[in-house]
Each structure stands twice: as structure tokens, then as C-alpha cells.
């Protein structure tokens, strides 16, 4: 007997929508449904890269509470520790509400990786919707910018400054603030950057 059904029934692991086997090169849509009860973790593998996602859409289930606004989102690409992700924020500061599909949410920032992509969503209370991700079978934009990180921005000086990023591996991204609360930069390497540790 396998233990992944088990896991996936007790809401340990994710269930995915139905999505077929795709073609090499192929864009797809994936879709995740979220179903969780408070103080509990889900984990899902993304499609195989290299790829892009180039659309991250949470649909709330109308019925939910707003617990999930505080459920700590993670993305994890290729070889960064789950536990230090480079994207590590609240699902509510992560998407904005989108104005051609109410009652969706939405972020539509590039967020590349070569082999792997996981995504880890934590809630302290009742969460459910859908995660819906679109993929493009690419992901140049790591030679030129690297992954997409996101963090809670950190506490400015008496003088406003915030903690510099100290890289050169880094490049800070100001386009399309979606929650001046969140701070998106792009690092080539997988794995957390040094001085964001």
C-alpha cells in the first residue's frame, strides 16, 4: 500500500487538479485545490522544468473564512532549503485582487526554476480555494535576472533605510508593487542569499 494516497487524504500532501501528461514545450495550467483545517501544512510538486510561471491565481472558496489571507506561502525552487524559501510570505500580501476576475487573486511576476518547484502553504486556520498556476516551457529569464525571491519587508532604520541585499548576485525589482509590505528582488542562485539569512 502506498503511503501518498494516505497523506494526500489526510491533507498532508496536496491534491492536484486532473491535468494531463503534457507535451514537451507545452503551456500548462496547472490546479491545486486547497482544503485545509487549521494548523496544517500542504505540499505540492510544480510541473518538471525548466519553466515559468507566469500567472499565480488563488480563488478562494466562497464559503472560506479569511484565514487564508495569514496562511504563510512558500515557493521553493531547485535547491533552496524549504525552511528558507525564496518566496516566504503571507498568501494575502503575495497576490492582489485582480480586476478581471472577482473574487480571484492574483500575481503575475515571472518566477523561473530549472528542475524543480514545490509550493508549501501553512494555516493556522480553515483554508480553502485553488491554486492556479500557468507555465511556460522556459526559463531564460535566470540567466538574466535569476529566481524570484520574496520576503516581509524588514524593519527601516531611524533614517528609513532599509537593510541594503549586499550581493552582487541580487537585483532589487520595484515593478508593479503589489503589497509595499513585500519585497521582491530576483538572485541567480538557487538557495537563500547570504545576507538574507
Not at 491545486?32 to 515559468?52: C, K, M, Q
Not at 498568501?91 to 530549472?114: E, I
Not at 528609513?160 to 508593479?176: A, D, I, Q, T
Request: net charge negative.
Amino acid at each position: 500500500m502506498s503511503i501518498v494516497p494516505l497523506l494526500a487524504g489526510i491533507g498532508l500532501l496536496g491534491t492536484p487538479g486532473s491535468q494531463a501528461s503534457p507535451a514537451e514545450g507545452e503551456v500548462i495550467q496547472a490546479r491545486y485545490e486547497v482544503d485545509l483545517l487549521g494548523r496544517s501544512r500542504v505540499i505540492f510538486a510544480l510541473p518538471p522544468g525548466p519553466r515559468t510561471i507566469t500567472a499565480f491565481r488563488w480563488v478562494p472558496d466562497p464559503d472560506s473564512p479569511d484565514s487564508w489571507e495569514s496562511a504563510r506561502l512558500r515557493l521553493v525552487w531547485d535547491g533552496d532549503d524549504p525552511e528558507r524559501a525564496g518566496v516566504d510570505v503571507p498568501l494575502g500580501q503575495f497576490a492582489r485582487t485582480d480586476d478581471d476576475r472577482p473574487g480571484s487573486f492574483v500575481n503575475d511576476r515571472a518566477m523561473p526554476y530549472r528542475r524543480l518547484g514545490r509550493l508549501v502553504l501553512d494555516a493556522e486556520g480553515p483554508v480553502r480555494g485553488s491554486l492556479r498556476l500557468e507555465t511556460v516551457p522556459e526559463a531564460t529569464i535566470l540567466d538574466d535576472r535569476g529566481y524570484l525571491r520574496a520576503t516581509l519587508r524588514a524593519e527601516a532604520d531611524e533614517a528609513g533605510r532599509e537593510p541594503p541585499l549586499n550581493s552582487e548576485n541580487v537585483g532589487e525589482n520595484h515593478e508593479r508593487e503589489i503589497d509595499p509590505a513585500v519585497r521582491y528582488w530576483y538572485a541567480r542562485d538557487p538557495g537563500p542569499v547570504a545576507s538574507r539569512r
